[in-house]
C-alpha cells in the first residue's frame, strides 16, 4: 500500500476487456453461456467486469468482507470501462482501518454498468 486512505478519497482504473480476457474467463469459471462464446461481440462476464473495483481495491490492500454488485447494463468486449472508488467511510484502528468503499464503472457513454459497495479493512504491519 502506498499511502493509507481518508475518507472521501477517490480511485479510478479503466480497462478494455478483450474476446480473450472473455474466453480465458469463460474457462476459468466454467461460465459459457453462449452470449460470452459465441456472439460476433461476446458479452463481457458480470464477475470480470467486477474485477475493476477489486484491482483498486488490491492497490490498496484492501481485504473485502462483504461485497455488492448491481448490474446495470451489459458490458461488451471492445469497449472501454472506467471504475471509480470513492472512500464512504473509515474507522482507523491501531491494527487496521475498517472501510467502506462505494464504486460506479461506466462505460464510454457515461452509463453506469456497474456499481455497489464494499466493506473490508487494511491491516498495518504485520496485523494479518
Not at 97 to 120: K, R, Y
Request: glycine share 8%.
Amino acid at each position: 500500500m502506498t499511502d493509507t486512505p481518508t475518507e472521501g478519497d477517490t480511485r479510478t482504473f479503466s480497462r478494455t476487456f478483450t474476446t480473450e480476457d472473455v474466453a480465458t474467463f469463460a474457462e476459468l469459471s466454467g461460465d459459457r453461456g453462449s452470449h460470452h462464446v459465441e456472439e460476433e461481440t461476446p458479452m463481457v462476464h458480470g464477475l470480470l467486469t467486477a474485477t475493476l473495483p477489486t484491482k483498486i481495491g488490491g492497490d490498496m490492500d484492501f481485504v473485502a468482507r462483504t461485497m455488492t454488485f448491481e448490474f446495470r447494463r451489459p458490458v461488451y468486449v471492445g469497449e472501454e470501462i472506467t471504475c471509480k472508488t470513492t472512500v464512504e467511510a473509515i474507522d482507523s484502528h491501531p491494527e487496521r482501518h475498517e472501510m467502506v468503499v462505494s464504486f460506479s464503472c461506466t462505460n464510454e457513454s457515461d452509463d453506469v454498468v456497474l456499481a455497489g459497495d464494499i466493506d473490508g479493512v487494511i491491516f498495518r504491519g504485520s496485523a494479518r
